[in-house]
């Protein structure tokens, strides 16, 4: 395992669509292993292929409660309800934050590294999560859905209040 470099907004890896992934390969285990290594090390909660300059589909995306780690290869949401509106940052945007709103339920159809299909479901901050991890796929950015980044006393305040909760 080997920690990548995560590219920051500007650079055109973050604006192409991702080819899919057909060959389950050693390659595709060492990115796989990569990203988890990156994405703990950077603090995140899910990290695309493109973000390390790979234009493949695949991502990982941490749990927010279990903690462990989600490996998805060519994934596509299969089914949304809900909305929610809250902060969301990006590891290719550092340091910032703004407010976008996703579905608050979205159920993922994937691969895993072998290439076997597995459905996964999340709620709340893992569907914003899914939502945001796979638009990168597709290179798209948080940031198209904002009108502003929140200031630093607006951020402070949105964490302070999902802590009381
Ligand atoms: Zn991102």
Redesign the pocket.
């Known amino acids: 395992m080997a920690l990548r470099k995560i590219v920051e907004q500007g650079e055109d890896c973050l604006k192409k669509v991702c080819r899919p992934v057909t060959e389950f390969n050693p390659r595709l285990v060492s990115l796989l292993d990569d990203l988890l290594e990156t994405l703990a090390e950077a603090g995140g909660a899910g990290l695309a292929a493109p973000?390390v300059g790979v234009l493949r589909r695949a991502c990982v995306v941490m749990d927010d409660e279990t903690e462990e780690y989600i490996e998805l290869v060519n994934p596509e949401i299969v089914s949304r309800s809900g909305e929610q509106t809250g902060p969301e940052g990006?590891?290719?945007v550092p340091g910032k934050w703004g407010l976008v709103t996703r579905p608050q339920y979205v159920r993922v159809r994937a691969q895993d590294r072998n290439g076997d299909w597995f459905e996964v479901e999340g709620e709340g901050l893992l569907a914003r999560c899914f939502c945001?991890e796979l638009e990168?796929l597709d290179g798209h950015l948080y940031t198209e859905h904002i009108d502003r980044f929140l200031t630093d006393a607006e951020v402070e305040e949105y964490f302070s209040r999902e802590e009381e909760t």
Do not use: K
């Open positions: 973000q990006c590891l290719s945001h990168h």
